[in-house]
């Protein structure tokens, strides 16, 4: 999923249907929770639109042109970039195992789509630092269709990924996006008036012409060069605006959860750095991460369109925000800078946890 040609012709567009955007929710008929028709409005910002196909008529980039991005003294050729997924930062990340950098037919490389160091753009995942039983379980539950059927096409490609995958290749991939270091890349900024803007090859970019517009009930993450982002350059950061009021609201649901909804803190810690509890498992860090992605995530739990055992309780969680308050949690998550490794999870919320969610 790197150069904008190739990002057009590595997924197969299967265009948001009518189907997922009417799809009935889990929680139709609780007057709190998201509407269907709120969700199918922020799918409008959460999930990427594809590029058309590329035209075959369009003047070719010359193949000797030299490739550059910020911060980086290595260089590619046109064609030397066409032909593989770039590394732009060699010490970033430990040895890349072939089935990251280059993929094994029919599986294709993960740097593709999640760039080769595995920070990923908004419209994929960060995978940096991942625990490795949460990737593992990630792409069982592709491989099964229990992650993403039904619904968009960005979800599609993972899971023929995950299918095409072999064992050992599999193993290879956990082994090393579990080691890659996360870095945060997204500051959040709250804005009542943002920059209009438009997709291009799967993120959000601002229109030419300088115009902006109310925010509204959305977050919109942009990259802050789209150049680097175009050239699969890990490093690019991005700035997500969300609205007024948002990380202050966000912390609180965080914190105190919202209405029947739990604390995220009770399960995801207290810097959301993620944690492992008992009766429940592996529960991933959103800390710093794509607010983008975390929003995504939540409408595709509120949607029930994640259906392995291990997502049940966030499927309850989910069924029970609004829009807005998605919105604010996926602000304040993104803001959220880790701190610690160890994630600290305090004995009050543990025992929430205990009578609300285990059975
Ligand atoms: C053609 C594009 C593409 C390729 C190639 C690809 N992925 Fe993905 N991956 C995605 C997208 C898109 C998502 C986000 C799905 C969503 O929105 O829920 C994703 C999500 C994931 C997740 C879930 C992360 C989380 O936080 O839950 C994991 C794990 C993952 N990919 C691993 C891999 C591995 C390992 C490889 C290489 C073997 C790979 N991917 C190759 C597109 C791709
Ligand atoms: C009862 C425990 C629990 C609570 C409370 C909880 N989560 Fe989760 N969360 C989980 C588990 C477990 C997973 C992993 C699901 C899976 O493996 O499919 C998860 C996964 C997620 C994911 C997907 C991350 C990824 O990398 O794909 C997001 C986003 C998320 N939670 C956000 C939240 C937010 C926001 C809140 C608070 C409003 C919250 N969670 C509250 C247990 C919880």
Request: glycine share 6%; net charge negative.
């Given at each position: 999923?790197?150069?904008?040609?190739?990002?057009?012709?590595?997924?197969?567009?299967?265009?948001?249907?009518?189907?997922?955007?009417?799809?009935?929710?889990?929680?139709?008929?609780?007057?709190?929770?998201?509407?269907?028709?709120?969700?199918?409005?922020?799918?409008?910002?959460?999930?990427?639109?594809?590029?058309?196909?590329?035209?075959?008529?369009?003047?070719?980039?010359?193949?000797?042109?030299?490739?550059?991005?910020?911060?980086?003294?290595?260089?590619?050729?046109?064609?030397e970039f066409s032909d593989t997924n770039p590394d732009w930062f060699p010490e970033d990340h430990p040895p890349v195992p072939h089935i990251v950098a280059d993929g094994r037919k029919p599986a294709r490389a993960c740097a593709e789509c999640h760039t080769i160091s595995g920070a990923g753009v908004p419209a994929t995942a960060t995978l940096d630092s991942l625990p490795k039983a949460y990737i593992r379980a990630q792409l069982a539950a592709?491989?099964?269709?229990?992650?993403?059927?039904?619904?968009?096409?960005?979800?599609?490609?993972?899971?023929?990924?995950?299918?095409?995958?072999?064992?050992?290749?599999?193993?290879?991939?956990?082994?090393?996006?579990?080691?890659?270091?996360?870095?945060?890349?997204?500051?959040?900024?709250?804005?009542?008036?943002?920059?209009?803007?438009?997709?291009?090859?799967?993120?959000?970019?601002?229109?030419?012409?300088?115009?902006?517009?109310?925010?509204?009930?959305?977050?919109?993450?942009?990259?802050?060069?789209?150049?680097?982002?175009?050239?699969?350059?890990?490093?690019?950061?991005?700035?997500?605006?969300?609205?007024?009021?948002?990380?202050?609201?966000?912390?609180?649901?965080?914190?105190?959860?919202?209405?029947?909804?739990?604390?995220?803190?009770?399960?995801?810690?207290?810097?959301?750095?993620?944690?492992?509890?008992?009766?429940?498992?592996?529960?991933?860090?959103?800390?710093?991460?794509?607010?983008?992605?975390?929003?995504?995530?939540?409408?595709?739990?509120?949607?029930?369109?994640?259906?392995?055992?291990?997502?049940?309780?966030?499927?309850?969680?989910?069924?029970?925000?609004?829009?807005?308050?998605?919105?604010?949690?996926?602000?304040?998550?993104?803001?959220?800078?880790?701190?610690?490794?160890?994630?600290?999870?305090?004995?009050?919320?543990?025992?929430?946890?205990?009578?609300?969610?285990?059975?």
């Amino acid at each position: 999923m790197r150069t904008p040609s190739k990002l057009s012709l590595a997924i197969t567009a299967t265009i948001l249907t009518g189907m997922f955007a009417a799809g009935t929710t889990a929680a139709s008929g609780h007057g709190r929770s998201a509407s269907n028709a709120s969700i199918a409005a922020a799918e409008a910002w959460a999930f990427p639109v594809f590029p058309p196909p590329p035209d075959p008529h369009a003047p070719k980039p010359n193949p000797d042109s030299v490739l550059h991005v910020t911060g980086s003294t290595v260089t590619y050729t046109q064609a030397e970039f066409s032909d593989t997924n770039p590394d732009w930062f060699p010490e970033d990340h430990p040895p890349v195992p072939h089935i990251v950098a280059d993929g094994r037919k029919p599986a294709r490389a993960c740097a593709e789509c999640h760039t080769i160091s595995g920070a990923g753009v908004p419209a994929t995942a960060t995978l940096d630092s991942l625990p490795k039983a949460y990737i593992r379980a990630q792409l069982a539950a592709f491989q099964a269709g229990e992650r993403g059927m039904g619904g968009p096409a960005t979800v599609h490609d993972m899971v023929d990924e995950a299918r095409a995958l072999s064992p050992a290749d599999a193993q290879q991939a956990i082994d090393y996006f579990s080691a890659t270091q996360f870095v945060p890349r997204v500051r959040v900024i709250e804005a009542a008036m943002v920059p209009k803007t438009h997709w291009k090859f799967f993120v959000r970019v601002p229109d030419t012409d300088g115009a902006r517009e109310p925010i509204g009930d959305r977050i919109i993450e942009t990259p802050v060069d789209f150049r680097d982002y175009s050239h699969a350059d890990g490093h690019v950061s991005y700035i997500a605006y969300v609205p007024p009021g948002s990380i202050a609201h966000g912390a609180s649901i965080a914190n105190k959860g919202a209405g029947a909804a739990a604390a995220c803190e009770s399960c995801h810690g207290a810097h959301l750095e993620g944690s492992n509890m008992p009766g429940i498992g592996v529960v991933p860090p959103l800390a710093g991460r794509s607010p983008t992605y975390i929003a995504r995530e939540l409408i595709l739990f509120h949607l029930d369109r994640r259906t392995d055992p291990a997502a049940a309780p966030m499927r309850v969680e989910a069924a029970q925000l609004t829009v807005p308050e998605m919105v604010a949690v996926a602000a304040y998550a993104a803001s959220v800078r880790p701190e610690s490794a160890r994630p600290r999870v305090n004995a009050a919320s543990r025992a929430w946890v205990r009578q609300h969610v285990v059975q």
